[in-house]
């Protein structure tokens, strides 16, 4: 055996040991493919061992022995092996993924979903979470609200059907995790697959240096000559606002808007229609008309009426505005090109631009130089600072999965340690397209006492630097950061008994509260001047320019406002069905949300095949959830308006009663306990330019 065999014989697996690492932070080093498969089995395994010690205990079933698996013998809170190697698989599968992590996923995905079916349809153990559900006392606010949510969750996952119908749960939900899977790799490589290739510089006309030098980097990074665009964002967007190429326009909208319809391995349309009637079928097995009915029974919408509701007084409140935003439009393209010019979707984001700089001057661009990415860490770390105190310090010790990920330690405004904070800003191959915020581990207070800290991720797709130049990004970019950041902050500063119940544990519609709330400061005046600098000259954004970002906020805010109203649509036409889900998607698409569409549509493109959120990402009957929490954030900002964005008074109060409070009570109640009132949608038409003050 050679010294290779012996290391490898001996090596143990870095999930089975103490981390002895900054915080216990997640060793990526010492991580191999074949470790995740070995835990996971292991974690199953220690499951099933630990729910036999619940299900044979002789002591009748208590809030300590039953539902919080505490062990008696040791006075020790169960190791979720699972949980925590569950954590680092899922960020690697969406931000550093390939083909043997994908090939295990597939692997995995029907073991899991079997597990967690034996889990919560396992008779004896439930019956012992009744028995706690119907006897218990004296329990303290936080442990009603955890019991509550564990019987819960076991009665939504089939735990009172008879033996026939949980076999039929299993297959169904089996299936359903199967397909998610499937339909967010098939995607990925649909959007991986696809670049255009140019080589003639003639094709670049209109594209701002910024653009071309990123192009060139990828095709340099590819040993390719030219110039290569992709379908991820920061490559995509700036092509289609600035190309003056129509046809190249067209050529990258058709290709990003057909993913996953084409004749081939990675075409989601059946699976999309799978994935509706499986969860139909799933809602309807558990005595729910529709999926909707089962989502929102645990949503601050509460009922399929109220989310209609809210999408139709949108729908009305903004569309006469979003129609007239459309003509001013086709009337600058007309005026440019002639008056037979017919707008096409490949032309709307070229002539919105002309029209931005026509009204206001203003363009992506020119701020450019004004957000290079070190100086907006700092901004947004400052702003964080100035609200709440807290500080954050770069972390070299704490190992990242990759070189573009950077690490930070966290600490409160009193100097005691808060979080660990990673943060990943770049698109890449084998990266999920998007921005989201992921915990490596939660918060929790363990049997000792000890507040145990949230370890916590955003991930982004934001503009790349290059050869030429540093990472400087759009406004754009600079919001997208900032509603991850107030993700991020949810998460570090929870401060809960129990993990299942702490940071964005929260219902749906409650979630986005913290990180639409943080975009609200991206046009601030006081908040911009904290950072924005001139990358060569170190020149402070102008007044003059932050007076046109300001002026031009609700440029085509009402038909922005519509598009989201129009996937919401979309969503909820899929999710109220009462019978068999078998029509053709692409048609279906184009008729469910027409009330909300006010320009053309293409015949062959469909959202839905790439619609991840309602297909693989959680949201499904849950998309209204953005519009939900913007009525919540408009009218929670309005409060900072009126006592100053940097009131630390009102933070503080925010902190309290939002932040740190997760899923512990009602998000209305808390909601309430901070603002003083319930939320209305006046601060929002207000803040949109719908409505006067």
């Known amino acids: ?269 059946e699976i999309c229609k799978r994935l509706v009637n499986l969860r139909r079928e799933i ?73 931005q700089m026509e009204k206001y001057n203003l363009d992506a661009e020119m701020l450019r130089p004004y957000f290079e990415l070190s100086k907006v860490i700092d901004g947004v770390f400052g702003l964080a600072n100035r609200l709440y105190g807290i500080t954050f310090k770069e972390a070299k010790d704490i190992q990242v999965y990759h070189p573009d990920v950077k690490a930070y330690e966290v600490y409160d405004k009193d100097g005691s340690y808060l979080a660990v904070f990673y943060a990943d800003f770049h698109p890449r191959k084998g990266k999920q397209g998007g921005a989201w915020m992921t915990e490596f581990q939660g918060q929790w207070i363990d049997h000792k006492g000890v507040n145990v800290r949230p370890h916590v991720s955003v991930v982004m797709n934001l503009t790349k630097p290059t050869d030429e130049k540093p990472a400087l990004l759009t406004l754009s970019e600079v919001e997208t950061f900032l509603h991850e950041f107030g993700h991020s902050l949810h998460g570090m500063f929870a401060n809960t008994r129990f993990e299942s119940l702490s940071g964005t544990n929260v219902w749906w519609d409650f979630v986005e509260l913290p990180s639409q709330f943080m975009e609200n400061y991206s046009i601030e005046k006081e908040f911009l001047r904290t950072f924005a600098f001139h990358y060569q000259t170190g020149e402070p954004l102008p007044d003059e320019l932050i007076d046109r970002i300001v002026r031009s906020r609700n440029f085509m805010a009402a038909y922005n406002c519509l598009r989201q109203v129009s996937f919401g649509l979309l969503d909820m036409a899929y999710y109220t069905r009462k019978d068999v889900f078998d029509a053709d998607i692409i048609p279906f698409e184009k008729k469910a949300w027409e009330e909300a569409i006010i320009t053309k549509q293409q015949p062959d493109t469909c959202m839905t095949v790439q619609f991840s959120h309602i297909m693989a990402g959680g949201y499904a009957a849950g998309y209204y959830s953005y519009k939900w929490a913007e009525v919540l954030d408009a009218d929670a900002f309005s409060l900072f308006k009126k006592n100053g964005i940097f009131d630390v008074k009102t933070a503080q109060s925010f902190r309290d009663n939002v932040l740190s409070k997760g899923g512990t009570e009602h998000p209305m109640t808390l909601y309430k306990r901070f603002r003083g009132q319930e939320p209305t949608i006046e601060a929002l038409l207000v803040r949109n330019g719908i409505k006067q003050a």
């Open 283 to 355: 809602a309807q097995l558990l005595g729910y008309d529709t999926y909707a009915d089962y989502v929102l029974k645990h949503r601050m919408a509460s009922n399929i009426d109220n989310v209609y509701k809210l999408l139709d007084d949108l729908l009305k409140a903004y569309k006469p505005t979003a129609i007239e935003e459309v003509k001013e439009i086709e009337q600058l393209a007309k005026q440019t090109e002639s008056d037979n010019f017919q707008l096409e979707p490949w032309d709307f984001g070229y002539y919105s631009h002309k029209l």
């Open 1 to 269: 055996m050679n010294e290779n065999q012996i290391e490898k014989e001996n090596r143990i697996n870095p999930f089975f040991k103490p981390y002895n690492t900054p915080h216990d932070t997640i060793p990526f080093n010492s991580i191999q493919t074949s470790d995740f498969e070995e835990a996971f089995m292991e974690g199953i395994r220690r499951d099933d061992e630990e729910i036999q010690k619940i299900i044979n205990d002789k002591e009748t079933p208590t809030f300590e022995n039953t539902i919080i698996r505490v062990d008696t013998e040791k006075g020790e809170h169960y190791y979720d092996l699972l949980d925590r190697v569950s954590n680092v698989f899922s960020c690697m599968l969406s931000a550093e993924t390939n083909d043997e992590l994908d090939e295990l996923a597939q692997k995995l995905s029907p073991i899991l979903t079997q597990h967690a079916n034996d889990v919560k349809l396992n008779k004896r153990l439930f019956e012992r979470i009744q028995y706690v559900y119907n006897h218990h006392r004296d329990l303290t606010p936080e442990e009603q609200m955890l019991l509550e949510t564990s019987y819960d969750g076991f009665v939504r996952s089939g735990a009172l059907l008879n033996d026939e119908q949980k076999e039929t749960l299993r297959k169904l939900t089996e299936e359903a995790g199967v397909l998610s899977l499937q339909f967010s790799q098939n995607l990925l490589k649909e959007n991986k697959a696809f670049t255009l290739h140019l080589t003639d510089e003639k094709d670049l006309a209109g594209l701002p240096d910024t653009a071309i030098e990123a192009a060139a980097q990828t095709a340099k990074e590819k040993n390719e000559t030219g110039w290569i665009f992709t379908l991820d964002y920061p490559s995509y967007s700036p092509f289609m606002t600035y190309s003056a190429c129509r046809e190249l326009r067209k050529q990258m909208y058709m290709a990003r808007n057909t993913e996953c319809t084409h004749n081939n391995s990675e075409n989601n349309l």
